[in-house]
């Protein structure tokens, strides 16, 4: 059974770093597409960054600059590292595994960021 785990949500002041971490299991993690989305309150989910299992990323327009997705295949943990945050970032934030056509989605964790 796939299962992602996310942590590392929370409050944060504007300008602010969090780094999120999503731990995966009942996958190939090496061979997998990881990836982070988001929703605020009222509107639909987005892409915020994607890594291939060869290490290709891509990010949603309003984040590159800002943020950073790593993978640790050794660790089945793929990484958000969130830096100079903005009001707009906050949402919740979701981990999403794509392996072999299976689509899995984590809990989500919450990010705000609120002066």
């Known amino acids: 059974q796939v299962q992602l785990v996310e942590s590392g949500g929370g409050l944060v002041q504007p300008g602010g770093s969090l780094r999120l971490s999503c731990a995966a299991s009942?996958?190939?993690?090496?061979?997998?597409?990881m990836g982070w989305y988001r929703q605020a309150p009222g509107n639909q989910r987005e892409l915020v960054a994607v890594i291939t299992s060869g290490g290709n990323m891509n990010y949603g327009d309003s984040v590159k600059g800002r943020f950073t997705i790593s993978r640790d295949n050794a660790k089945n943990t793929v990484y958000l590292q969130m830096n100079s945050l903005k009001p707009e970032d906050t949402g919740v934030y979701s981990c999403?595994?794509?392996?072999?056509?299976?689509?899995?989605w984590g809990q989500g964790t919450l990010v705000t960021v609120s002066s």
């Open positions: 009942g996958i190939a993690f090496r061979s997998a597409t």
């Open positions: 999403k595994v794509d392996w072999i056509g299976r689509v899995a």
